[in-house]
Nanobody, 125 residues
Framework: QVQLVESGGGLVQAGGSLRLSCTAS????????MDWYRQAPGTRDVVQRE???????????NYADSVKGRFTISRDNAKNTAYLQMNSLTPEDTARYYC???????????????WGGGTQVTVST
């Protein structure tokens, strides 16, 4: 099947930057969508995850209003990887960041959608 693995989280001071990565491996024929969500501390339900940024196979992007101008999503199709460059971080950005991807498994059109395990981002004052 498919696995998604996020990396790049950590502890950073307010105003700092981090770059998150999400790599898909396994039965990946191509990647349709690769999105970044975040889940604030104290919340556990998947439905409480906030969409931060999204990128299509054609490179179209969409951002939450709260991160526009500060975060940039990009992807490297050859590496099956999406990135989230986060600048000017604030304590309000503290959350666990998750990758969600819709992946085409073969040329018959079958797809898979799933989540990675997340990476923690903590922004201190």
């Amino acid at each position: 099947q498919v696995q998604l693995v996020e990396s790049g989280g950590g502890l950073v001071q307010a105003g700092g930057s981090l770059r998150l990565s999400c790599t898909a491996s396994g039965s990946v024929f191509s990647i349709n969508y690769m999105d970044w969500y975040r889940q604030a501390p104290g919340t556990r339900d998947v439905v409480q995850r906030e969409l931060v940024a999204a990128i299509t196979s054609g490179g179209g992007t969409n951002y939450a209003d709260s991160v526009k101008g500060r975060f940039t999503i990009s992807r490297d199709n050859a590496k099956n990887t999406a990135y989230l460059q986060m600048n000017s971080l604030t304590p309000e950005d503290t959350a666990r960041y998750y990758c969600n991807a819709t992946i085409r498994l073969s040329d018959d059109g079958s797809t898979w959608n799933g989540w990675g395990g997340g990476t923690q981002v903590t922004v201190s004052t």
